[in-house]
């Protein structure tokens, strides 16, 4: 049976009721077997305001941890935020 971990990284920040918070991204996985065999299944690698740290967390869905999988999985959505991680783009693009 294999344990699985969330890579997750801070990518920024963003101002909510006058509180500063930092804005997270899911980067992959970090899988462990019984018998002490560790890897990564990395997704993405972020651009821009990223300093390169990776913390391995708990698997995090919503207001409460995921269950843990027997195997590893690959997910095919974007981690349940909704949209496209584009969002606060704005319009102003020039093109």
Do not use: C, H
């Not at 997704?43 to 919503?62: C, L, M, Q, Y």
Request: proline share 6%; no cysteine; glycine share 14%.
């Amino acid at each position: 049976m294999f344990k699985r971990f969330d890579l997750v990284a801070v990518v920024g920040e963003y101002e909510q009721n006058g509180e500063k918070k930092k804005r997270y991204a899911k980067l992959g996985s970090f899988f462990e077997g019984d018998k002490g065999d560790k890897w990564l299944n990395l997704d993405t690698i972020p651009a821009g305001n990223w300093d390169g740290k990776v913390s391995i967390r708990e698997p995090f869905d919503g207001d409460r941890p995921a269950r843990q999988s027997s195997q590893p999985t690959r997910r095919s959505e974007p981690s349940g935020r909704g949209g496209s991680g584009f969002d606060d783009m704005g319009n102003d693009l020039p093109f």
